[in-house]
């Protein structure tokens, strides 16, 4: 059975990490400053803890993300066939991993306030599935769905916060998407069993906005699965235990490409500069925009709930 485990605060106490049983954590003694700490140095307390030792509640207790700033922040993008294509792309034209990273200061913790900047007002939403860390790479390395096990340890919940008017017009995926706050993650690290890591296409990931179910997808979606993505990064740097990886979202983000064939062919057509000044203006009259005010609830879990990596819950709020 999969272990899952926090990262909170409590009034009075240094940031500490526990245990979930229920409605319950059990506090782990030890003193993990991050989050490849906990993975390299605190699993086998973590694993030890029973239900009996779970003497805080978890409603009072006040979340922190499970994922340190110190970690790398690594994404995929365009990784659903079905996000490709809302996007305006044939998938069969993008035969390559899209790759980029997010500012670790982008992360937050699973509940609170998401900050949308003064100068933006094309915010957007990505629910992805979080893949962690549990090993050191130093040197390329295959990894198959029968190893995955051995060089991932866990799951978490991550929504990747995107402005578009930022990210689209100036062809800048880290600058739109590492604002602060910018990174909810969490609320939970999942440590699956080998068996569990085999059913990661069973999780079903879901993000509502103001109760309105916008996103609701399948892992097994995806078109470049983490096995493949860990072993292409594996040949670019190194890996750390903690390192976190957002493996793209599917389809319903706010964001769509024109469906009318002659505007697409007029987009393409116009200068770069009055190309994007017509994308920013019919984009301001798109009502699935973030705004401040909003009420927004991302959760993953199997339909079973055998594997359930928790729920997040975000407003909006203006700088």
Not at 202 to 209: G, I, K, N, S, W
Request: charged share 25%; aromatic share 8%; with cysteine.
């Amino acid at each position: 059975m999969a272990l899952t485990v926090l990262r909170f605060n409590r009034a009075g106490a240094e940031p500490g990490w526990g245990v979930l049983f229920g409605d319950k954590v059990a506090p782990l003694s030890g003193r993990y400053a991050t989050t490849g700490d906990l993975i390299e140095q605190g699993l086998e307390e973590a694993r030890a803890l029973r239900p009996a030792d779970a003497v805080l509640k978890l409603d009072e207790l006040a979340l922190l993300p499970p994922v340190t700033a110190n970690q790398q922040f690594l994404c995929q993008g365009l990784n659903y066939r079905c996000h490709v294509r809302e996007s305006g792309m044939d998938p069969a034209k993008i035969p390559f991993n899209t790759l980029f990273t997010k500012a670790p200061s982008s992360l937050t913790a699973a509940r609170g306030d998401i900050v949308r900047p003064e100068h933006v007002s094309l915010l957007d939403y990505e629910v992805e599935l979080g893949v962690v860390l549990g090993r050191h790479i130093n040197g390329p390395v295959r990894v198959d769905e029968n190893n995955l096990h051995q060089y991932a340890v866990a799951l978490t919940v991550v929504n990747d916060i995107s402005a578009r008017d930022i990210q689209l017009p100036q062809a800048q995926f880290y600058k739109g998407k590492s604002y602060r706050s910018f990174g909810p993650v969490g609320p939970y690290l999942v440590f699956p069993t080998a068996e569990e890591w085999r059913k990661l296409g069973e999780l079903r990931l879901r993000l509502a906005v103001n109760g309105e179910v916008r996103q609701d997808g399948y892992c097994r979606e995806m078109i470049f699965k983490p096995a493949q993505t860990l072993t292409e990064l594996s040949g670019l740097h190194d890996l750390a235990p903690g390192d976190l990886l957002a493996t793209g979202t599917p389809a319903g983000c706010a964001a769509v490409a024109p469906k009318s064939k002659l505007v697409r062919w007029i987009f393409r057509v116009l200068p770069e500069q009055r190309k994007w000044a017509l994308f920013l203006s019919k984009q301001q009259s798109n009502p699935r925009y973030l705004k401040p005010g909003d009420q927004m609830v991302a959760s993953i879990r199997t339909d079973d709930g055998r594997i359930d990596l928790g729920e997040q819950r975000h407003r909006i709020v203006q700088a």
